[in-house]
């Protein structure tokens, strides 16, 4: 048998965060049984946070890498370094069912899927939206990623990654792996914050998410829809910084993009 160190397993659960410190415990408590599986791994990808977030997420991951800010680059800096066959992509603010590493079973090569979604917040139309975000990925084959995105390692790698852009890219990754095959749409769900929905407002906020998807949809550059969104121009940066382990081992590297 293969060392501990270096042998496969069979799920990588990769966050991408920054500067989150006030919910980085919690979060991170809930999605300890990651951890106890015995085939899974949680890595933390943080792009440059400024505040706690790294020293409060350390005790409570696998490995932690550092990156330059931009959700597609932190989830690929994130994948170089995972041993999973399967990669899987979450959102801090989302919860992940514990059934989850059962359900990657039988994923072969050229598979990819998400779960379905349900929104926590204060708006009751939230499982109305909830429930068309999950009827339009059937229907159109598109994930994003609050519906927390998994791939095979092999299909992750020949589609390239993420694209290396502020915005969108979990549209534009749906894209390429629709091309080699139609996901696996799981009715299992997971629990995605309503945060900006209350914060923003309901119909405000679908307005803005609708508007958004149009102009990519006809050729919008990527940058200019990520600064109406809010993201900052450091969230376009491109470089990777080196990764550290948070167990202390030497960080297994995985096929770069």
Known sequence: MLPTEIRPLKLSVIV??????????????????????GVAELILVDGGSTDAT???????????????????????????????????????????????????????????GRFDVRIRGRHSMLPVVAAMMNLRSRLTGIA????????????????????????MEDIELSKRLKRISRPRCLRAKVMTSGRRWDQHGLW????LMWSLRFDYWRGVSPAVLAQRYGYTEASQAQAVKPVQSATGRPPTIGSGH
Do not use: C, K, Y
């Open 16 to 37: 991408p965060v920054l500067n989150e410190a006030m919910m980085i415990e919690p979060q991170l408590r809930a999605l300890q049984w990651v951890r106890t599986t």
């Open 54 to 112: 790294a020293v409060r997420a350390l005790p409570w991951v696998d490995r932690l890498v550092t990156s330059v800010p931009g959700r597609g680059l932190q989830m690929n800096a994130g994948a170089r370094q995972a041993r999973g066959e399967v990669l899987l992509f979450l959102h801090l603010d989302t919860d992940l069912p514990v059934t989850a590493p059962l359900l990657m079973d039988g994923l072969d090569a050229s598979g990819w």
């Open 144 to 167: 994003t990623g609050d519906q927390a995105v998994f791939v095979h390692r092999a299909l992750f790698e020949r589609v390239g990654g993420f694209p290396e852009q502020p915005l």
């Open 204 to 207: 405000r906020t679908i307005r």
